[in-house]
T-cell receptor
């Protein structure tokens, strides 16, 4: 049973345009959400996070939006750059329940074309 | 460089064999996590240790075991290996185990033939 779902295995956008990566979750106990980026032959690296008490968090070109009622979050990258091409993983945890592990989605491969 | 070191980077072995994967967490991090990434799968949580004690267990097979040593490095032991155990095994660490952000190593790629 996948608790964190990334339904788009891949996404292709033009340089300079917006990239929108989506993530859905089923466990209502999740209260902390993160996005990780992974390049080939490297481990995932933390990108941005959001607590369930917020609905938006912004860090430079990256913004994460959280819709708790829909159990949906999205990552916006504006403007997209070729160096953003990577696999993006959505992750969630139930920190208020004492759970420290992250539950990951399967990832979305983003390709930004010059 | 995340500061998390995993060895070996690549490992090829045969079915039925046993292997040990090693992880050194970032300096000062007390919590170590092990994840498995199989083909077309996300990162599956296996097990977490905090300061030498097992903290949480995920979908870890009985053939697999792990431990965290007093110097905080961790080892993941995989035994009676099957073809389906071929995967990338990631180790991650965090400071207190409840920070949310994990720092990942580059992974150990295991191929079982």
């Amino acid at each position: 049973d996948q608790q964190v779902k990334q339904n788009s295995p891949s996404l292709s956008v033009q340089e300079g345009r917006i990239s929108i990566l989506n993530c859905d979750y089923t466990n209502s106990m999740f209260d902390y959400f993160l996005w990780y980026k992974k390049y080939p032959a490297e481990g995932p690296t933390f990108l941005i996070s959001i607590s369930s008490i917020k609905d938006k968090n912004e860090d430079g070109r990256f913004t994460v939006f959280l819709n708790k009622s829909a159990k949906h979050l999205s990552l916006h990258i504006v403007p997209s750059q070729p160096g953003d091409s990577a696999v993006y993983f959505c992750a969630a945890s139930a920190r208020n329940r004492g759970s420290e592990k992250l539950v990951f989605g399967k990832g979305t491969k983003l390709t930004v074309n010059p | 460089d995340s500061g998390v070191t995993q060895t070996p980077k690549h490992l090829i072995t045969a079915t039925g064999q046993r292997v040990t994967l090693r992880c050194s967490p970032r300096s000062g991090d007390l919590s170590v996590y092990w994840y498995q990434q199989s083909l077309d799968q996300g990162l599956q949580f296996l097990i977490q240790y905090y300061n030498g004690e097992e903290r949480a267990k995920g979908n870890i097979l009985e053939r697999f075991s792990a431990q965290q040593f007093p110097d905080l490095h961790s080892e993941l032991n995989l035994s009676s290996l099957e073809l389906g155990d071929s995967a990338l095994y990631f180790c991650a660490s965090s400071v207190r185990g409840n920070d949310g952000e994990l720092f990942f190593g580059e992974g150990s790629r295991l191929t079982v033939l």
